[in-house]
Every structure is written in structure tokens, then in C-alpha cells.
């Protein structure tokens, strides 16, 4: 299996906006449950979004709700986070997760469900 690689952290200020892009394929092409998962500086790992590329279907934590999409280019292998009216409370670094089936068709946020991580990819937002 092919480990899914993140890219697009970066510095923003309050207020600003970032795109982060996760490229997450296995040899059949994109994965069907796709996930972006922060970890704040001594926090504990924490689910932002989630998506089941097979239709589309996406989940949100409450805390980023109306503030970041997330997408995919199934062309590209690729699942896109947009982020928003960035806060300073977003400051994390951020991964993608990715796994190849679960028993129901529907996005997940449990970090325990996927078996594929990147490497990371941090994000600052200063105000």
C-alpha cells in the first residue's frame, strides 16, 4: 500500500486561508475514506474532516464546521482540505489518513480507523 503524502502548511495570519492537498491512492486508485487529523503542540491527535470519495459524503468536527471543505479530484488521486477564517487555535500540524475499505459506506473521524498516514504537514496561524 502506498502511504498518502500531504502538502500546502504553511504561515497565515488570523482570518486567512490555506489549502492543504493529500495525494492517497492504493493500486486501484484513490482511497475510499480519506480523513485530515490535527495534533496541536501537547495534544492529542484530533479528527477535522472526512470524506468517502465514493459518493462524496463528508464529516466535520464541530470545531471547523462552516469554516473548512473538504474535496476531491478523483483524476488526481487527490482529497483537498480548504480552510477558512484560519484562528490561532488551528495551529497544528496536520495529517491525512487514508484506508481501502470499512464495513459501512460513511466518512469517519476516528483517527483508529485508518492504517495510512503521512508524514504531516504544519500549519500556523498567527494573530
Known amino acids: 500500500q502506498v502511504q498518502p503524502v500531504e502538502s500546502g502548511g504553511g504561515s497565515v495570519q488570523a482570518g486567512g486561508s490555506l489549502r492543504l492537498a493529500c495525494v492517497a491512492a492504493?493500486?486501484?486508485?484513490?482511497?475510499?475514506?480519506v480523513g485530515w487529523f490535527r495534533q496541536p503542540p501537547g495534544k492529542e491527535r484530533e479528527g477535522v474532516a472526512a470524506?468517502?470519495?465514493?459518493?462524496?459524503?463528508?464529516d466535520y468536527a464541530d470545531s471547523v464546521k462552516d469554516r473548512f471543505t473538504i474535496s476531491q479530484d478523483r483524476a488526481k488521486n487527490t482529497v483537498y482540505l480548504q480552510m477558512n477564517s484560519l484562528k490561532p487555535d488551528d495551529t497544528a500540524m496536520y495529517y491525512c489518513?487514508?484506508?481501502?475499505?470499512?464495513?459501512?459506506?460513511?466518512?469517519?473521524?476516528?483517527?483508529?480507523?485508518?492504517?495510512?498516514w503521512g508524514q504531516g504537514t504544519q500549519v500556523t496561524v498567527s494573530s
Open positions: 489518513a487514508a484506508a481501502p475499505w470499512r464495513p459501512l459506506p460513511r466518512p469517519t473521524l476516528e483517527k483508529e480507523e485508518y492504517p495510512y
Open positions: 492504493g493500486k486501484t486508485g484513490i482511497y475510499q475514506f
Open positions: 470524506i468517502y470519495t465514493g459518493d462524496g459524503d463528508a
